[in-house]
């Protein structure tokens, strides 16, 4: 993992290890076969014309958007936030009390400071650290393309996870993808960008760090004068074992080290996966077992990818024809916009993946073949869905 070896080895011994498994699951409606057969109605009621899938035929699903309503976020419309970025990261080995933070902030070249939560959790046996702050309160310690997204301001509100786009390239994490939290809440990844914290890897909000036992108080942050700060200034209030990271340095070094064509403007990326096929994937986690190949595979059959959502003549509405009795119960707030919007994909599809889990997706084979026979009561719909999602499997196989 990328950052400062001796900033992770200090966070590990002063802050519980929180373990993640990455899984995907979540509160699952585990239905009994024979109660589904006799109560559940198929998603749509119309028998699909057998025919032979057009897998050469179907659409990158790389370059399909999903569009949806805009969402208005936490602090959109308001005054705005002028950033002022730290310049040092101290973790200090307890918690840092009031009277200490007055003195940090009193130091040569600080303008102000604040005193944040942090841990450390697993996912897939790899370490993250986090800081878990007050999503108000921390908005300005943010590089400033990342203090005017409401968005993820929004999302820290609501108990998700803001990673670190290094974090998100180097362990493969997916926008909108659900992780367990062992003996803790699910997290949605509901956004991405470079905060410029070194040896971080993403923020919570304050209140889901102090449910996950986070250590309260241990992570300082000053902000004054480029380059001015003194590390040992730093050191010497908050103690000998306090490690300190001078950010600015940091930066330039990272900065210099980038060659010239790939040094482009800050990116953040918020709420919603940016393509059908980073929608499949991510909607899939939320059954374990089940393929986004089934998932886009049922998406292509419906709606081809949102282009013909109807309603259908059965009544069936949205990118994957849900019939609104079946969506009254199996779907969801995929995006964490506060609705479960039939027409939207970004509900709709995680919507898709939860019901096809209700009837056991996630256990493969002939379970498989029953949920996505539940959702269109027709055999000759099975096997197309299934051949055209083998289809996308060689497709996309990397």
Partial sequence: MSGLPSLRAVMLMVIAVLVVTV???????????DLVRSTQEPVRSRTPQPEAPQQSAAPRL???VPTAEPVKDFGEGGPGVTATPPRVLAVAAGTVPKELKLKLAGLAHVQKATVVDAG???????????????????????????????????????GELVADAGAMRKF??????????DGGPRLRVAASASLGLQGVDGLISADLGRSLGFA?????????????????????????????????????????????QQQEPQQVNVGRPGSY?????????????????????IGQVESSHGRNNGPSSAGALGPMQFMPATWKHYGVDGDGDGKKDIWSPYD?????????????????GERLR?????????????????????????????
């Fill in 348 to 364: 709709a599809v995680p919507g898709a993946a939860n019901y096809l889990c209700a009837n056991k997706a996630g256990q493969g």
């Fill in 277 to 297: 096929l980073e929608l499949y994937k991510a909607a899939a986690t939320r059954c374990p077992g089940l393929s986004w190949t089934v998932l886009a595979a």
């Fill in 120 to 158: 450390a959790v697993k996912v897939s046996g790899t370490g993250l650290n986090l800081l878990a702050v007050d999503p108000a309160a921390f908005r300005s310690w943010t590089p400033q393309p990342v203090a005017d997204q409401p968005a993820v301001w929004s999302a820290l509100a609501r």
């Fill in 62 to 64: 790389d370059q399909i």
């Fill in 23 to 33: 899984a995907t699951g979540g509160v699952i409606v585990m239905l009994d076969e």
């Fill in 172 to 181: 493969g994490m997916i926008l909108g993808a659900m992780y367990q939290v």
């Fill in 216 to 260: 309260q108080g241990v992570a300082v942050l000053l902000h004054g004068k480029e380059g001015k700060i003194s590390a040992s200034g730093v050191r010497k209030l908050l103690g000998e074992n306090t490690q300190v990271v001078l950010l600015d340095s940091a930066a330039r070094k990272a900065t210099s080290e980038q060659p010239k």
């Fill in 370 to 398: 029953k949920a996505v026979w539940f959702y269109n009561h027709s055999w000759s719909y099975v096997n197309k869905v299934l051949s055209i999602a083998e289809a996308y499997a060689r497709t996309y196989a990397s």
